[in-house]
């Protein structure tokens, strides 16, 4: 729910310091409810689940609730 399509890599949008980065990301192998990330993220990187239209490179975030 993270990854969306940039042109004809994917992304995610990663938190740094509250604030939304679009990040490059590789996957690997991936199905309709998980992917593989090669490559783009730190094991311990919070992403942005299921962005909305509002979240830009950028955009403050004020409160996280990690799962």
Do not use: M
Not at 17 to 33: D, H, L, N, Q, Y
């Amino acid at each position: 729910g993270a990854l969306f399509r940039a042109g004809d890599s994917w992304a995610v949008y990663a938190l740094d310091g509250g604030t939304a980065r679009r990040t490059a990301v590789k996957i690997g192998a991936r199905s309709a409810t998980a992917a593989q990330v090669l490559d783009g993220l730190q094991a311990d990187q919070t992403v942005i689940v299921q962005p909305d239209d509002r979240i830009k490179d950028g955009t403050r975030i004020e409160s996280v609730r990690v799962h």
